[in-house]
């Protein structure tokens, strides 16, 4: 891989050279698009997948050395804003030299060596970008978390990855430091923020020291990236692995019809680096020399949104649908948005009405992807061609989607089934390498030659997916994955609950809200229903992560159960959402 972009790379040089003289402008270069091209090839399987591959070297180096070699994207490669003027603008070359520093700071002061794991759990600081980088250019594994996570959360994580450091700000430091002496492998915590803290590194000084200097390491295709916990139905969350390549090279290849970004366009995704998948905004980007827009948002605000895209460039803009459900309750035809011409958006159904209305305010069509965080894009509503509302469109290439029953069988068009991906005879390289430490997990999640994604859908005879629910009981909250038992795990802790069932309730903005059934403990079944109801969010915030909280509660005698006794939480979900 490293000698064919070194040829195309020397190419381009020569090519420079030989075409416009000291003092000419250099002409366009055909070469990006052939490197871009070589990707694909990759992807779509007309070219192995190269033993060894790192995204920062592979990809970014490369982006360097064009722009050394004159040929310039339009944009910086990265451009962060705060909304009150701060400013920060890297060209390609300028984040090499960024994160190489970044990368000093893990590899020396951290100790980090390749395959170790680091947390990153930060905001939307231009540090996340950094540090995710300098994690490739180490070969550090990152694992990327949400900033409301509580000490509970937080310690599980620790021990379960046996992360060796973490990255964080100041919010976050005092939960950690309450947890540190029962995570014993975490050996480094470093801080980002302008004040110090006893017991942790500041990153933000130990940068401004650091060397520009640092070696990028070499890593396998199938070395390991990044960890995400994902939320299931039982017990706590699981560890997915990926690989180098999994994400770096296979979001060019599903996602790129989707996304269908080039040079000139400047990419905006508002979702949150807390958020699982938060690393594929950078590999959906960065390879066709995109620029990546960051807004800080410290919270989410509508009209900050869309001021934004009157007052900027921003060609493209990804967000989750809960946040166009918000933006689609503004008065739309009050803004005229600058250059955006693509809007994309996933991690959860989206509502047919809240396209039509974004549609006929702005024009601009909204295209709908779907993917979890064990894959990258599995189907998508790709630029354009047709898109049926209410569809997720179609199976993105390299992926063989079909829909099966319960023993991996293809169904036939229209039929109801499992959505599944073929990973036999051969998984794709784009898939996430397996459930960390869980080979029965990993086994189980296989049916035949299929990947089942535990989502029900039907596919129409055009090969058009249909969305019809998800066959385990995680809920979906405003895109976040959130697992019952967690929930029901903190309602036990609390001395008013006997027993609960906690399943996902229709809701306008969210899509989705936690409900939760309970059956009070005697001593409490006379307290006044609205206080209880008040105080047991309060007690599930404080015990789990606050965005998991019951938005709905309702106290009933008893909950339903099969003959051996299990709560048949999929009852109670069809009676919410039959109403
Ligand atoms: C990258 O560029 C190629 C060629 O111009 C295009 O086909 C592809 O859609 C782009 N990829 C992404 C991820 O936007
Ligand atoms: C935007 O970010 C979210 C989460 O961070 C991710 O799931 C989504 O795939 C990203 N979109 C694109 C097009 O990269």
Excluded at 41 to 59: M, S
Aim: some cysteine; overall charge positive; glycine content about 6%.
């Amino acid at each position: 891989m490293r000698l064919w972009l070194r040829g195309l790379v020397l190419q381009a040089l020569r090519s420079t050279r030989g075409v416009c003289g000291p003092r000419g402008q250099p002409p366009p270069l055909p070469v990006p698009q052939k490197i871009v091209a070589t990707w694909e090839a990759i992807n779509l399987g007309r070219q192995p997948v190269p033993e060894y591959f790192n995204f920062a070297r592979d990809v970014l180096d490369v982006w360097t050395q064009l722009e050394k070699a004159g040929h310039r994207p339009p944009n910086p490669a990265f451009w962060w804003v705060d909304g009150l003027g701060a400013e920060v603008k890297w060209s390609f070359e300028e984040l090499g030299v960024q994160s190489r520093k970044a990368a000093n700071v893990l590899g020396g002061v951290c100790g980090l060596q390749p395959g170790d794991r680091m947390m990153l759990v930060l905001p939307r600081l231009p540090e996340w970008w950094l540090v995710s980088v300098a994690c490739m250019r180490t070969g550090a594994v990152m694992i990327p978390g949400v900033s409301q996570l509580t000490e509970k959360d937080l310690k599980y994580r620790l021990q379960a990855s046996r992360a060796k450091s973490i990255i964080t700000s100041d919010s976050l430091a005092p939960r950690i430091d309450a947890i540190s002496t029962d995570c014993p492998s975490l050996q480094t915590k470093l801080l980002v923020s302008d004040s110090s803290r006893p017991g942790w590194m500041n990153f933000r000084e130990l940068f401004r020291e650091a060397s520009t200097e640092h070696d990028c390491v070499r890593t396998k295709a199938q070395d390991p990236l990044a960890i995400y916990f994902t939320s299931g139905t039982t017990g706590a969350p699981k560890m997915v692995e990926h690989s180098q390549a999994s994400y770096g090279l296979g979001f060019v290849a599903s996602g790129r019809q989707w996304v269908a970004l080039t040079e000139s366009d400047i990419f905006w995704n508002t979702t949150d680096t807390a958020w699982v998948k938060a690393a594929w905004t950078l590999f959906s980007a960065w390879p066709n020399g995109s620029c990546i827009f960051v807004h800080e948002l410290p919270r989410v605000d509508a009209k900050v949104i869309l001021k934004t895209l009157s007052r900027l460039p921003i060609t493209t803009l990804c967000c989750v649908p809960t946040l166009f459900r918000l933006l689609v309750q503004e008065d739309l035809t009050r803004y005229q948005f600058q250059s955006l011409r693509h809007c994309l958006t996933g991690g959860e159904a989206l509502n047919p009405d809240v396209r039509e209305k974004w549609k006929s305010q702005t024009g601009l069509e909204l295209h709908e992807g779907y993917g979890q965080s064990e894959t990258v894009v599995i189907c998508a509503n790709p630029k354009g061609t047709k898109i049926k509302s209410g569809s997720m469109g179609k199976a993105s290439p390299p992926y063989d989607v079909q829909i099966v029953d319960d023993e991996g069988n293809i169904l036939p068009p229209g039929a109801e089934g499992n959505v599944a991906v073929r990973v036999r005879p051969a998984r794709p390289f784009c898939f996430f390498n397996c459930y960390l430490d869980n080979p029965e997990k990993t086994a189980a999640s296989e049916q035949g030659d299929f990947y089942i994604t535990g989502d029900r859908a039907r596919m129409d005879k055009d090969g058009y997916f249909w969305f019809m629910g998800r066959n385990d009981d995680v809920i979906n909250s405003a895109s976040y994955r959130i697992g019952p038992v967690e929930v029901e795990s903190a309602l036990a802790e609390h001395p008013a609950v006997l027993e609960s069932a906690v399943v996902s309730s229709p809701d306008p903005i969210r899509g989705e809200v936690v409900k939760a059934f309970i059956v009070l403990s005697p001593a409490y079944s006379s307290h006044d229903p609205e206080e209880l109801t008040r105080e047991l969010q309060e007690h599930v915030k404080r015990v789990t992560a606050p965005y998991k909280y019951p938005r709905k509660v309702a106290f009933v005698s008893e909950l339903p159960k099969t003959v051996s006794g299990k709560i048949q939480r999929s009852k109670l979900r069809s009676q919410e959402w039959k109403k």
